[in-house]
């Protein structure tokens, strides 16, 4: 399935519209997760300590065909793109749908997909494992802490911590001295660990004797795979977090408009207003920060890693402003457990920490445009 306008590859003009078949799917994802996300579902999952639903997922991955929309048709995937993925997690992101979708569809197949074409025993199980993975019958997740980041030397230890969505991994990715290794998660040790975002649950991961698992390449490949993994995920975090910034603005909006003190809707006074417009500048500029770093990844653009850490010191800080203000002006109603206002400011502040902060991606940007910080 190719769904975007055909465009050079390395372009350096970036197409920030939405196709019709965005458009479509869009339409087809807001659809399913209306219909089977319920936020207090959610809120009643966490509660009772799983906040996944199996069923949804399978909707989503397999009966949608999301999960494998990076990967190409020969490969057992739909062939489309990051665009198209993107607005799955915008989606999400607007959802909260607790989803391993950023973490075994983007990050882990990005990673599986820069192995694919190898020769030999490594070549074989790394598409048998990318098949399964784009089908939606195996959840495979990269076991590196949430927070890694582009470009920083991954963690070889016997344990990871704060491995995001490990608990419902079928296969964990490992990162090993000598290669990347897949493991299937009944012989890795998880704890779990208490995180801010309870809808994407962290966990330590451990491998009994470090030694157990498929060895799907060596030290070189699999350094570049995991790299080219963390920045696509990084890139299309961002899409996740416009979808948080789109929500909280919104619903902000139209809870102000119903909400009347002193005979006027609340949201009539300038000074919330004020507060409004300006957000809603920081969701435009957002959308456009995400869309082009999903567009350069989808192109292969020469600037895809200038356009990622744009995107990431721009998009997360603008999530975290939104969350921030729809617990505000939701006043007393927007503190409470009931309400999911909380939900949105811990996804926005966790999403802040992932894949990079804003201030790790800055210091990449001063690099990649030759502007050391003033010291």
């Known amino acids: 399935m190719s769904t975007s306008p055909a465009k050079e590859v390395g372009t350096t003009e970036p197409d920030l519209l939405y196709s019709e078949a965005e458009a479509d799917l869009r339409a087809a994802v807001r659809d399913l997760l209306g219909d089977r996300a319920d936020l207090q579902a959610t809120l009643a999952g966490m509660e009772a300590g799983d906040p996944y639903d199996p069923a949804l997922w399978q909707a989503l991955a397999a009966g949608m065909g999301a999960a494998g929309l990076l990967v190409p048709e020969k490969l ?85 911590t704060a491995v995001a969505d490990a608990r419902l991994a079928d296969v964990l990715l490992v990162y090993r001295p000598d290669g990347l290794y897949a493991v299937r998660r009944a012989d890795a040790q998880l704890t779990p660990q208490l995180a801010l975002d309870l809808t994407r649950p962290l966990a330590t991961v451990a491998i009994a004797g470090g030694t157990s698992g498929t060895r799907l390449a060596g030290t070189g490949t699999a350094r570049a795979a995991v790299q080219r993994g963390l920045l696509t995920g990084a890139g299309l975090l961002a899409s996740e977090q416009l979808g948080i910034a789109e929500w909280c603005l919104e619903e902000t909006v139209r809870y102000t408009r119903e909400r009347h003190q002193f005979n006027r809707p609340v949201g009539s006074f300038q000074a919330l207003k004020h507060r409004m417009a300006r957000l809603w500048l920081e969701v435009v500029n957002a959308r456009a920060a995400a869309r082009n770093a999903a567009d350069a990844l989808a192109t292969g653009s020469d600037d895809v890693a200038l356009a990622v850490s744009v995107a990431q010191a721009f998009c997360s800080r603008a999530a975290v402003h939104a969350a921030e203000e729809c617990v505000q002006l939701h006043a007393g109603i927007g503190m409470t457990w009931e309400h999911p206002a909380h939900l949105y400011l811990k996804r926005a502040k966790s999403d802040e920490l992932a894949l990079g902060t804003p201030g790790r991606h800055k210091e990449l940007l001063a690099a990649l445009a030759d502007l050391p910080a003033p010291r």
Do not use: F, K, N
Request: net charge negative.
């Open 76 to 160: 057992g995937g739909q062939g489309a793109s990051h665009r198209e993925a993107a607005v799955v997690l915008e989606e999400l992101g607007r959802a909260m749908a607790p989803a391993p979708y950023l973490t075994s569809s983007v990050i882990a197949t990005e990673t599986l997909l820069a192995l694919a074409g190898q020769a030999g025993p490594e070549g074989a199980a790394t598409a048998e494992l990318l098949a399964e993975t784009a089908a939606g019958r195996t959840v495979t997740v990269l076991a590196l802490p949430l927070s890694a980041s582009p470009g920083a030397e991954p963690p070889t230890g016997p344990a990871v």
